[in-house]
């Protein structure tokens, strides 16, 4: 049984004849009669763009305070917006803070392509649509499209995502200004930085507002995700088409850029220009690297897993093989991580840290002692042979638990499997 049901009636006009208007009342109230029992959430769309037509047809939006429609207020909620875009953003909020996700869309059926459309780019998989066709008989003048709408081109595709990003562009940013978290140690030949949960729209409470990655089981559409990154390019200076981020497998593959790309990679070094490297992070750490000598760049993404398989080294050593670095020059830089006050792992997980270093580990004897895999990754890239004072792990906010501050940062350990995510970036100015 369908959370929410949603109808369509945005696309339709009905002609001044009575019998016209109580027809699709009395359609509304068989739908209310069948779905108010169990419907959590039922709405009718009605984009306020429908407007007179010719020979004496209304939009339904203009019958709203006439002709009876009246009769219908408290049994449906009515999202009307100047565009399906606008409407369907608006009801997904409205699903999302009921934390529905079972959806039957009651649509003409010359509209339900079109539908279908809008649904694919602003929901993702955790929702569950069905489509049913709005019976309602226009054929006998009652009602009838105001447009035969197909969408089967590529262009009229084109026109949605345009659309839907037209509106995306126009939403203000949610918790404050968009913040960006440097260091010192890489010099300004390369555009780099780590960015905080600040300055995106996001709305949903634990990936709002600046989330910068989209997957089948969040909520965030790519669309969402994408609008973001733009934002974030903006305010960077760099640009977000040459935007590549890590196809994260917590493991040690390292891509180099220009040579064959794996399915999945936790490392990614360049020397192209103009190029932005992106590494992800809620709780992992999101590590950059900058050789200024040979003028290349890395990133990598490092949790637990990827420190004890040496994600940073692989990447360290890619640079070197690649392109003739020398390990001395190349920089590292570790963006915000969970920090040993808030992560643990089974006492046969931490061992592992606990042989590296003993430092590594807290209440070692414990079932789940602490492990900092900050200090981890320090270690092994020291011994890799990174200078001490090229590395930093410090200050700048970049050693702030994500954790411990739901402010400033999204975290996996904090909120669970809805979690937002931040990034590490770095790119070699053009």
Known sequence: MAEAVLIDLSGLQLNSQKNCHETLLNTLDDIHYHHAPKAKFLCIICCSDATKGKGGEYGLCELEAGNGFSRLAGKFETVSNPSLAASLYTIKQKIDEENLSRVKVIVPEHRKLLMKAYVDQLFTKVYEFEFED??????????????????????ELEDIQSEIETYLKGLPVLKGDLTIVTSPLI??????????????????????????????????????????????????????????????????????????????????????????????????????????????????????????????MATVNAMIAEYGCNVENIIVVLGPSVGSCCFTLPRESAISFHNLHPSCVRQFDSPRP?????????????????????????????????????????????????????????????
């Open 134 to 155: 709005l019976q309602v008989p226009w054929r006998d003048n009652l009602l009838k499209p105001s447009t035969g709408i197909n969408v089967t081109s590529s262009h």
């Open 187 to 312: 010099p300004d030949i390369f555009l780099h930085g780590f960015t905080t949960r600040t300055g995106g729209i996001s709305y949903i409470p634990t990936l709002s507002s600046l989330n910068l990655f989209s997957s089948s089981k969040r909520r965030d559409p790519k669309v969402v995700v994408q609008e973001n990154v733009r934002r974030l390019a903006n305010a960077a200076g760099f640009n977000a088409q040459k935007f590549y981020p890590i196809k994260t497998d917590h493991a040690n593959e390292v891509w180099v850029m220009g040579k064959e790309e794996p399915e999945s990679y936790d490392g990614i070094v360049t020397n192209q220009k103009g190029v932005t490297l992106t590494a992800l992070g809620a709780d992992c750490i999101p590590i950059v690297f900058a050789d200024p000598v040979r003028k290349a760049c890395g990133v990598a993404h490092s949790g637990w897993k990827g420190t004890l398989l040496g994600v940073a």
């Open 370 to 430: 602490y492990v900092d895999i900050r200090k981890a990754t320090r270690i092994l890239l020291e011994r890799g042979g990174i200078l001490p004072q090229n590395i930093q792990d410090q200050k700048e906010d970049l050693d702030l638990c994500t954790s411990c501050h739901p402010e400033k940062f999204f975290s996996h350990v904090r909120d669970g499997l809805n979690f937002g995510t931040q990034i590490g970036f770095i790119s070699l100015r053009e």
